[in-house]
């Protein structure tokens, strides 16, 4: 539908999902958009901040909805039912433990939207990122590494730390 672009590689996503998406805006109509905030917005996924004095007054999601809305939501909400861990549950996890499981639906329904985008606007296949790190197991590979560079830095042997190898 999407010119080779399989959307129902995105977990979540279903037939009824991708047929919303091409009966509703269509592969034409996604071009239209600039950037993928411009299509969230338009679909009211995107928080409307309002800002006075540096102070976040407001960050709630606009009214309306529209038919491909309803489906990215019924998406995210299949995503979050999932049993097996992926990234993008996971993403809705952290959201559902921090905010309720509303904030998360609406906040995975608008990643899916920029995932959609991307893959159809600029021709990417979906690839699961498995390997994503949060920060504190960035910092560990960091700290791991550095340490690593020292011990090369010196020429360090096990026997002059004095590491027990069995």
């Known amino acids: 539908m999407f010119k080779g672009i399989d959307l129902l590689a995105i977990e979540g996503m279903s037939y ?3 047929l919303t998406i091409m009966s509703e805006i269509g592969y034409e109509g996604i071009h239209k958009f600039k950037t993928a905030k411009h299509f969230t917005s338009w679909l009211r996924l ?8 540096g102070k976040v007054l407001s960050s709630k999601i606009g009214k309306g909805s529209s038919r491909l809305k309803i489906a990215l939501r019924n998406a995210a909400n299949a995503i979050g039912n999932l049993k097996d861990s992926t990234p993008l549950r996971d993403f809705f996890h952290r959201i559902n433990f921090r905010k ?3 904030s998360a639906i609406t906040a995975t329904a608008r990643k899916l939207a920029i ?3 991307n893959m159809i606007v600029k021709a ?5 990122p498995e390997g994503y790190l949060y ?6 590979l960091g700290l791991v590494k550095r340490i690593q560079k020292q011990i090369n830095k010196f020429d360090l042997k ?4 004095e590491f027990k190898t069995s």
């Open 16 to 18: 009824n999902t991708a």
């Open 46 to 53: 995107a928080p409307n901040n309002k800002v006075n004095g």
């Open 100 to 102: 309720g499981r509303v």
């Open 115 to 117: 995932i959609i985008w």
């Open 124 to 128: 990417e296949q979906y690839l699961n």
């Open 135 to 140: 920060l504190d197991q960035k910092r560990k």
């Open 158 to 161: 096990p026997e002059d730390l």
